[in-house]
């Protein structure tokens, strides 16, 4: 997948995050300016209460921190807290219906354009097939001195 096409996927996910319909095409700003409204919306109906997501890697802490930001929202990290932990006041409802399935389906597409990218790489630059192959899976080796 190229960039320009991960980037149309990407704006495409968030037209959907927004309550676009499936083939209605939303300039990227509409879709932003809609979710926006809707988080005030959910705040009076259901106020915000601090999140804690503890993300696996920096690329996700990254993404996570782009979409928030994007929606407006004021992501930190409690001093003490490690760098992939990120926290958010929101409401409950935004979080499970809008902003945690959007940044699932981010992760994925980027993860997706990322392993891509990287098996191109190797197999450009190391002539190693990359795509597909992990180490080979064997009986554990007993060490000297063990039973």
Known sequence: MDETKLLERLALVEALAAGAAGGEKLAAEE???RLIERIKQLDSEDPPIA???QLTNLWQRKIFLALAR???LSPYRIKGQRHTTVMVKVSRRFVDETL???YVQLSDLLNEHLEEITDRILEQGLGAEAK???ADEVEQLA???MP
């Open 132 to 134: 597909g192959k992990e």
């Open 51 to 53: 999140f804690k997501f």
């Open 31 to 33: 879709a932003r300016r």
């Open 143 to 145: 060490l000297p001195g």
């Open 70 to 72: 994007r929606y407006g």
């Open 100 to 102: 945690w399935p959007a």
